[in-house]
């Protein structure tokens, strides 16, 4: 009796570590997917970086397109732009220019040109927010209705965009 | 020379007014202080998107400082802690959420404390239990009459 009892700690302590780190192989904690799958692009109002027209989430629908989180602070951003001005002719590339300075934005768009169908004003981050944006770069798949698709986090590489934006992109184009 | 010194000393002081300048306090201000210490426990048990391990309260990264002010601006505009909870995890998933709901994924996290709990009071109750039977029963015929005697001879 006393000596399985001197084992219960022990045993109890390598089911904790085995439930533990089992549990860790659940998720990949860096690539959590979006909440928001399926869902409708969140209503906005907001003005349009170049000329400061409105628009809403109704100008998103039509093609299924990408939208893309940028802003002049991001360094990052600039690294997947060329790819961006690559595809702007292939899909609509949507801009949201997030937590920025608008005349930055005019300016940066200028220097680089702009791959972006138009790019949205969101100065308070709101519109990033109700999107659930951690950061930028970020970029999401919507289909025609604006629902969306998947949310990639961080730069769009070649190889993300051969591999997986692409292939989803042409099934959506196909539905 | 001397002059020269006074200068340098003079640029030295005022480069460091500079970043006195440049320090932010984020002012986020409230009417009471049950709003204030809302606040403070909300921004304490959410997640900063972001940073994978830390909260709201204590991260410098952007998406931390504007769901800070949404925070805010939502407890100022009278919404619950559970619609501010609820908005943040319509959005960011349990992710976001350093007290994780009750899901059939999560209950273990939950009950593990209580069964912990139970088992120790188990094994206390085994271990402990047992000691004081063997104090109390016998070992053999006759002991206790043994026992007795030896005390008795002192």
């Known amino acids: 009796m006393h000596r399985t009892l001197f084992y219960v700690p022990i045993v109890c302590f390598v089911i904790i570590m085995g439930v533990l780190a089992w549990a860790f192989t659940l998720e990949d904690a860096s690539r959590l997917p979006s909440v928001l799958i399926d869902r409708p692009f969140p209503a906005f109002e907001l ?90 770069p970020e970029t999401y798949v919507i289909d025609a209705e604006g629902a969306i698709q998947y949310r990639h986090v961080g730069i769009v590489s070649r190889e993300d965009w051969e591999l997986t934006l692409a292939p989803l992109l042409s099934r959506l184009e196909s539905r | 020379m001397k002059r020269h010194f006074a200068r340098v000393v003079l640029l030295v002081l005022c480069w460091s007014l500079v970043s006195v300048c440049w320090a932010t306090i984020e002012a986020h201000p409230f009417p009471d202080d049950e709003l204030r210490s809302r606040y403070h426990s909300l921004i304490s048990e959410l997640r900063c998107p972001q940073c994978l391990n830390t909260n709201l309260a204590g991260s410098d990264a952007m998406i931390a400082l504007d769901l800070r002010r949404e925070v805010h601006r939502m407890l100022l505009a009278g919404h619950s802690d559970n619609q501010i909870r609820t908005f943040l995890f319509e959005r960011y998933g349990d992710f976001v959420l350093y007290r994780p709901r009750v899901t059939s994924r999560t209950i273990l996290l939950w009950a593990t404390p209580a069964l912990l709990l139970c088992l120790g009071a188990f094994v206390f109750w085994r271990v402990v239990g047992a000691g004081v039977d063997r104090q109390r029963t016998p070992r053999k015929p006759g002991e206790a009459a043994r026992l007795q005697r030896l005390l008795n001879d002192r």
């Open chain 1, 47 to 136: 003005p349009i970086v170049k000329t400061g027209v409105l628009v809403t989430e109704q100008d998103l629908k039509g093609r299924p397109a990408l939208v893309n989180v940028w802003a002049t602070w991001c360094a990052n951003c600039l690294i997947e732009h060329p790819l961006f001005m690559e595809l702007k002719d292939e899909v609509p590339i949507f801009g949201i220019n997030y937590n920025d300075d608008t005349d930055k934005a005019k300016a940066w768009l200028r220097r680089h040109r702009d791959p972006y169908q138009f790019s949205i004003v969101d100065i308070e981050g709101k519109l990033a927010i109700d999107l659930g944006v951690y950061g930028a």
